[in-house]
């Protein structure tokens, strides 16, 4: 049987404890990792920023003027 179809708990059997240690860190690493990106929710804070702007630029303008102001 390849290493690939081989279940990862039986793998993770075969290396010596320190590795295994290393194993677990980064299992919860990631995990930790996932619940870090599920948690996130979508920030707007920044809407109506440039609204003093709406007199003064088109929407396209607008656009183009924000991408110099953040040095793209």
Not at 38 to 61: F, I, M, P, V
Request: net charge positive; aromatic share 8%; charged share 30%.
């Amino acid at each position: 049987m390849s290493i690939a179809a081989r279940p990862l708990q039986e793998l993770v059997q075969e290396l010596p404890a320190d590795m295994r240690a290393e194993v677990r860190d980064f299992i919860e690493f990631l995990l930790a990792k996932q619940g870090r990106r599920a948690k996130r929710t979508l920030q707007q804070d920044w809407a109506g920023a440039l609204r003093n702007y709406q007199q003064q630029y088109t929407s396209l303008e607008l656009q183009r003027q924000a991408l110099t102001w953040r040095g793209d």
